[in-house]
């Protein structure tokens, strides 16, 4: 948007334009994500930073499967990654690519390598080849296969790839520098043994190319401009480049990167997620207290919020960690604006209205948004039996009006979009606890102020207790007690909060059976809540508590 200051890649894709190093000006991003796990908060920023950009520039943005590593990789991935981009309201240029469709070309550029005397393949067991590689103090050792002819190297090549090795017998390393102070310069391997079918190319390959070895030749086939990963990969772009430099790419992609977002109160690591879900911690990937695309969705956030949370978070080239109630203020602030508004009562204390026949039912409306006459009325059906929150209803009424503005003996409240409504009489059982009260309702008062002696303390919310109907809600809190959950010495699972779902039985309007799944709505005076994606239905609702309304992470 005009006037808003540019981020760090903005302004180098604007150099670049401005010097003509883009083909056709047109930009090319990517998002290339492994398939090894569900999307998290952190892929959600990589995310709208990459489409963000391509559609800030008229560009385009590729959503490829950056699909290695088969042993880790499934379909189920590859799908829910698709869905949970799109959900976020992006889309991506042409078909879904996989880096296992350009297999074949990464073979034939492997050759090419060797051919040039630029590759080589490795007899040295793993642990041999890690002691010769040297350290940041130490210089490397040359392998003894290091200098075997082309003809020998292309025939061990073709060997590996018919399966005849084991795997770890063998592999393909570029012939670079075992001095470098570039570790990733140090004959980095190009392709290893994997005798694993892959989801995509089936029992095609037992040899599999290294994510080096792969990542910028992805790029520059498909004519990606501006290479964006994180921080975590500064190290190897002189590798990248080499790739680019040694092999007949058909594009010349650049690498940028930036810093990770890491957020506090959560971990946005595929493998601490998968661990959660291994070890049934959660009720899956997309359980709501998970920290991932579909938790998230599922919890009731929306793409606008997650949006908006990125945008907060920037970009930067300086590691961080952003506050989780920058998410929260987001989807507080996108719910109070756009979400229904409705009557739930969690802790249902029953309330007979004395001058109410049984039977009868006067049948109130409210706007479903206090400024959003586009989304309709409700209908509330006010009944001689009603259910209102135990804690909106206190015996005593020596309570001073401003710290009680709740009910109280022999006083008056006004039940929200209806009557205002007097105590008459408290029933206790033989335990002393109030089962029921006894309550009249004053004629006139429905959106009109109450005659002068007639003072009510405040608007409590409150539901019919015969066409209310019942329905589960799951009050869902932190999934860790601890700000930094993973960055101790400790097992991040010792920092699991133990109530961090809760689930109630609460009484909710009538119009809320009807919920779509995925509906918000704000639960007047008790939170912002989600009609629950896979389980609710008008038979028996479901709700999943999004956000309280009032910000309780801070300080
Ligand atoms: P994880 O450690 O969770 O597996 P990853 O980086 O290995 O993360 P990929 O599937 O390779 O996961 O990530 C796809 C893209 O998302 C990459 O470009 C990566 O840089 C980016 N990405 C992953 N995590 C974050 C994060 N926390 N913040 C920003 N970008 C991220
Ligand atoms: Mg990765
Ligand atoms: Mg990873």
Redesign the pocket.
């Known amino acids: 948007a005009a006037g808003k200051p540019k981020n760090f890649l903005e302004q180098i894709i604007d150099r670049d334009l401005a010097e003509g190093k883009v083909p056709n000006g047109k930009i090319i991003t990517r998002?290339?994500?492994?398939p090894?796990?569900f999307l998290?908060l952190?892929?959600a920023?990589?995310i709208c930073l990459n489409f963000g950009l391509a559609e800030t520039y008229n560009g385009e943005c590729n959503l490829r499967f950056?699909d290695t590593n088969p042993e880790k990789e499934e379909q189920v991935y590859v799908d829910a990654i698709q869905e949970d981009v799109k959900w976020l309201g992006f889309n991506w240029s042409g078909d879904v690519r996989y880096a296992s469709s350009y297999f074949d070309t990464f073979y034939e550029w492997a050759l090419h390598l060797i051919r040039e005397g630029k590759a080589y393949v490795d007899f040295q067991d793993a642990e041999t080849m890690r002691e010769t590689k040297g350290n940041f103090t130490k210089p490397g050792v040359n392998s003894p296969w290091r200098d075997k002819s082309v003809d020998e190297n292309l025939a061990e090549f073709e060997n590996m790839r018919l399966g005849k090795y084991d795997e770890g017998k063998a592999c393909l390393r570029a012939k670079i520098d075992m001095q470098s102070g570039n570790m990733n310069m140090r004959d980095p391997v190009l392709y290893r043994i994997r005798k694993v079918p892959h989801h995509q190319t089936g029992d095609k390959w037992c040899i599999y190319p290294s994510y080096d070895f792969a990542h910028g030749q992805e790029d520059a086939i498909e004519g990606v401009t501006h290479s964006?990963?994180?921080l975590e990969f500064e190290d190897h772009k002189p590798l990248y480049e080499w790739f680019l430099d040694n092999l007949p790419v058909p594009a010349r992609p650049r690498q940028y990167e930036f810093a990770?977002?890491?957020l506090n109160y959560v971990v946005?690591?595929?493998?601490k997620l998968k661990r959660l879900v291994d070890e049934k911690v959660v009720d899956g990937w997309d359980d709501p207290r998970m920290p991932t695309v579909s938790g998230m969705r599922r919890r009731g956030y929306t793409p606008t919020s997650i949006r908006k949370f990125s945008e907060m978070v920037g970009v930067s080239r300086t590691d961080g960690i952003a506050d989780f109630s920058m998410l929260e203020h987001a989807i507080r602030d996108d719910l109070n604006n756009n979400a229904a508004r409705a009557m739930a009562v969690l802790d249902p204390l029953k309330v007979v209205i004395t001058n109410m026949a049984e039977g009868e039912v006067q049948d109130m409306t409210a706007a479903a948004h206090p400024n959003k006459p586009e989304l309709g009325e409700r209908v509330l059906p006010f009944t001689r039996e009603l259910y209102i929150d135990r804690e909106d209803f206190n015996e005593d009424n020596t309570l001073s009006r401003k710290k009680f503005k709740r009910l109280v003996t022999g006083e008056y409240i006004r039940l929200r979009s209806t009557y205002v409504i007097k105590h008459e009489e408290t029933i206790k059982d033989d335990n002393g606890e109030i089962v029921e009260i006894r309550c009249s309702y004053v004629p006139g008062t429905v959106g009109e102020n109450p005659p002068e002696d007639v003072k009510p303390r405040g608007v409590i919310h409150w539901v019919s207790a015969s066409h209310g109907t019942e329905a589960e809600l799951r009050m869902y809190d932190r999934l860790f007690n601890h700000e930094a959950p993973d960055r101790g010495e400790e097992d991040f699972l010792t920092h699991i909060n133990p109530n961090s779902l809760s689930v109630k039985t609460a009484w909710v309007e009538p119009s809320l059976a009807n919920a779509a799944p995925e509906q918000g709505f704000q639960f007047e005076r008790e939170g912002y809540f989600v009609a629950d994606r896979f389980d609710h239905t008008p038979e028996k609702p479901v709700f999943n508590l999004t956000i309280g309304l009032k910000d309780t992470w801070a300080g």
């Open positions: 998002f290339p994500p492994e090894n796990g998290h952190g892929h920023t990589s950056d964006i990963c994180t990770r977002t890491n946005t690591s595929k493998r």
